[in-house]
């Protein structure tokens, strides 16, 4: 069966630093990936999304970026974090017209 | 083009009482409408979908009603019980495009009480 591993699942980072986060998809392949942002009791918000290796689509303007250097694995990264940051960041996978299917997500906190 | 409007954004409901949430979206090429239960801190989980070519259907206590021609759809939660308490979303995606990108609506968080 499929499974999506997300970590880590809290953090903490001062505005300025760095930014990675993890997304890897077991049990499929070549999946449809994607990273959503969800602002505390907001909606959720597709930031980026990938449809292969390398191939990175930005919905929105922001501080971030995403990369896909596997079949399987989805980054979601940024050189220097603001506050405006913070967030919950989940990542997806979807298969063709499967339902999509969600990780547990990351809680980040720019202070 | 591409919102989908959700309402209400919270709603109390008695226990045993029925839950109804309502969606509205304007592309008429969106084909697949799911619904997600999220909990606090976990992510959203799937809990039923449906395509157009029916107007409703039934999973346990979870029912969705699409009406094509006013573009809506909503999810009722029958004999709603204080474990439902959570947010739901709704969602919309076009199958014809590759992305498989889900439109989300701004949820609506639910509070059963007993």
């Known amino acids: 069966s499929q499974t999506i591993h997300q970590w880590p699942a809290t953090l903490v980072q001062p505005v300025g630093s760095p930014l990675s986060l993890e997304c890897t998809v077991e049990?499929?392949?070549?999946?449809?990936l994607y990273w959503y942002r969800q602002a505390a009791g907001r909606g959720l918000q597709l930031l980026f999304y990938?449809?292969?290796?390398?191939?990175i689509s930005s919905e929105v303007p922001q501080n971030l970026s995403a990369s896909r250097p596997q079949d399987r694995q989805f980054i979601l990264s940024s050189k220097k974090l603001l506050l405006s940051d913070s967030g919950f960041y989940l990542c997806?996978?979807?298969?063709?017209?499967?339902?999509?299917?969600f990780g547990q997500g990351t809680r980040l906190t720019v202070v | 083009q591409q919102q989908v409007k959700q309402s209400p954004q919270s709603l109390i409901v008695q226990k045993g009482g029925i839950s109804i949430i309502n969606c509205a979206y304007e592309?008429?090429?969106?084909?697949?409408f799911p619904w997600y239960q999220q909990f606090p801190g976990k992510g959203p989980a799937l809990l039923i979908a449906?395509?157009?070519?029916?107007s409703e259907k039934k999973e346990g206590r979870f029912t969705i009603s699409f009406n094509k021609s006013a573009k809506q759809f909503s999810l009722h939660i029958m004999d709603s019980q204080p474990g439902d308490s959570a947010t739901y979303f709704c969602?919309?995606?076009?199958?014809?495009?590759?992305?498989?990108?889900?439109?989300f609506g701004q949820g609506t968080t639910l509070q059963v009480k007993p």
């Open positions: 592309n008429t090429a969106f084909d697949y």
């Open positions: 449906i395509r157009p070519d029916v």
């Open positions: 997806a996978w979807r298969d063709e017209r499967e339902p999509a299917f």
């Open positions: 969602a919309a995606s076009r199958g014809s495009s590759n992305t498989g990108k889900l439109i």
């Open positions: 049990g499929t392949s070549n999946p449809n």
């Open positions: 990938s449809v292969g290796i390398g191939q």
